[in-house]
C-alpha cells in the first residue's frame, strides 16, 4: 500500500515548474482516507498530545479527524481576520512577500502538549510560524506529522527544533 | 448536553449587530468535539452517503471527521482557484456582490449520494450553491447536516428540496 497511488501529481499548478500534489484523489477514496488517518493517528499517539494543531484550510483535513480519533482538541490556525475572539499573529517571510498567521490568545493552556497536523511540509515557513505562534502563547510543540513531505525543499532544516514525520516523501 | 454551553457568541463580529458564533470553543475540548461529530455520524448513517462533502474553510472541522468515522470519501468545495484540476463552478449572490464555489469536476461519480456537511446553516446560500454543484457534477445530494442553524435567517426555505438537520438552533 503506497499512499503515491492516491496522491495525483499536477504539472505547473499553482504556477509553471510547480508540480503540486493534489490530495483530493486521496480525500474521496474512503478506504484509503481512513487508512491515512489512522496511520497518522498511530504515530502521533506515543506522543500522548492534549491539542492537536492544524493550519488552515488543508490542515483541517487531516488534523481534525486525528484530533476526533484521539478524542483531544483540535486547535484552528488561521489567516487573518477569520478568528472572532482575540488573536496571536506571526509574520513570516514567502518567497515573494510575507503572510500572517493567527490563533486564539486562549486557545491553549500554558504546558499543553500540541501536535501539529498538515497535509504537506515543503520550506517549513508555514509550520516553523506555527511553531513560534505556538511557544508565544505558552504551548510546548512536542512534534509535527504531514501526509507528505517535499524533501528537496529541506522543511525538516528549517523545523529542527522539533520531532517531525511524514508518511510520504517525494 | 447542550453543545450551546460550549459555542461562544462574540458580538459585533465580523461585523456591527452580528452575533457570531465561535466554534473553536468545542473544537478544543476533545470530548465535546468527539460528541459533536459521533452525533453528526449517527444522524447520517441512515442516509447511506458514499460520500461527504464539505464547503471551505469550516466545513472541512466537521465534514472531515466525519467521512473518517462513516469510512466514506470526504469531497471538498473550495474557493476560486483553490483546486488544481479540472473545475466546476457555482456562482451565488450576497448580501453585496457575490461568491463562486469550486469543486472538482471529476470529484464524484454521476448516481453517487451525498450529504453535505457544515458548521453552520445562516441564509442557505453557500449550501444551496453547493448543491446546485453537485448536481452539475450529476451527483445526488440526499441530505444536509450542520452544527448549528440560525432559525431566524430561514436558510431551510431554500434548502426545501432536501432533508435537513442542525444540532443547535439560535
Redesign the interface.
Given at each position: 500500500m503506497d499512499f503515491r497511488d492516491h496522491i495525483?501529481v499536477?504539472s505547473d499548478?499553482?504556477k509553471e515548474g510547480i508540480s503540486?500534489k493534489?490530495i483530493?484523489t486521496l480525500?474521496?477514496?474512503?478506504?484509503m482516507?481512513?487508512v491515512a488517518?489512522n496511520t497518522l493517528v498511530e504515530k502521533i499517539k506515543p506522543w500522548r498530545p492534549d491539542?492537536i494543531v492544524g493550519p488552515?484550510?488543508r490542515g483541517?483535513?487531516?488534523g481534525?479527524?486525528v484530533?476526533?480519533?484521539?478524542?483531544?482538541?483540535?486547535?484552528?490556525v488561521?489567516k487573518p481576520?477569520?478568528?472572532?475572539?482575540k488573536t496571536i499573529g506571526e509574520t513570516y517571510d514567502l518567497e515573494y512577500g510575507f503572510d500572517t498567521l493567527e490563533v486564539?490568545a486562549d486557545?491553549?493552556q500554558a504546558g499543553e502538549r500540541i501536535v501539529v497536523v498538515d497535509d504537506l511540509l515543503a520550506t517549513g515557513g508555514t509550520m516553523l510560524a506555527t511553531a513560534n505562534l505556538m511557544k508565544k502563547i505558552g504551548a510546548d510543540v512536542i512534534g509535527m506529522g504531514f501526509l507528505i513531505e517535499l524533501t528537496v525543499l529541506n522543511g525538516r532544516e528549517k523545523l529542527m527544533d522539533y520531532p517531525v514525520f511524514s508518511l510520504v516523501e517525494y
Open positions: 495525483r499536477i499548478f499553482p503540486y493534489d483530493t480525500l474521496k477514496n474512503g478506504e482516507y481512513q488517518i491539542v488552515e484550510a483541517f483535513l487531516f481534525a479527524p484530533a476526533y480519533a484521539l478524542g483531544v482538541g483540535f486547535v484552528p488561521r481576520g477569520k478568528l472572532p475572539a486564539h486557545a491553549i
